[in-house]
């Protein structure tokens, strides 16, 4: 369902307080990209309406948003390291 404007611009300033708490953290070399996405990047499409986590329940070919490969196999990294284990392993 698509997000109101307010909705959106309320969700966007909580995201924008959020990065800004703690900017110099989320700059640094040991903020994760994977993390970023977790923190950042999922809820920016949440709140534009976007179901990324296909609360719908839809087909996998009918889905608004597609889990890439790496992230899905990160999942099943261990202890949710973000680190997907090496092709080699399988």
Do not use: C
Not at 12 to 37: C, P, T
Not at 75 to 81: D, F, L, R, Y
Request: hydrophobic residues 40%; charged residues 30%; proline residues 6%.
């Amino acid at each position: 369902m698509p997000a109101s404007i307010d909705t959106f611009r309320s969700e966007l300033k909580k995201l924008i307080r959020k990065f800004e708490a703690d900017q110099q953290f989320y700059l640094s070399k040991d903020y994760l990209e994977a993390q970023a996405r977790v923190d950042f990047v999922t809820p920016l499409f949440k709140a534009l309406g976007w179901d990324v986590e296909n609360e719908a329940g839809l087909a996998h070919h009918q889905r608004e948003v597609i889990v890439e490969r790496y992230e899905a196999e990160s999942k099943s990294s261990p202890a949710g390291s973000g680190i997907a284990p090496s092709p080699d392993l399988w």
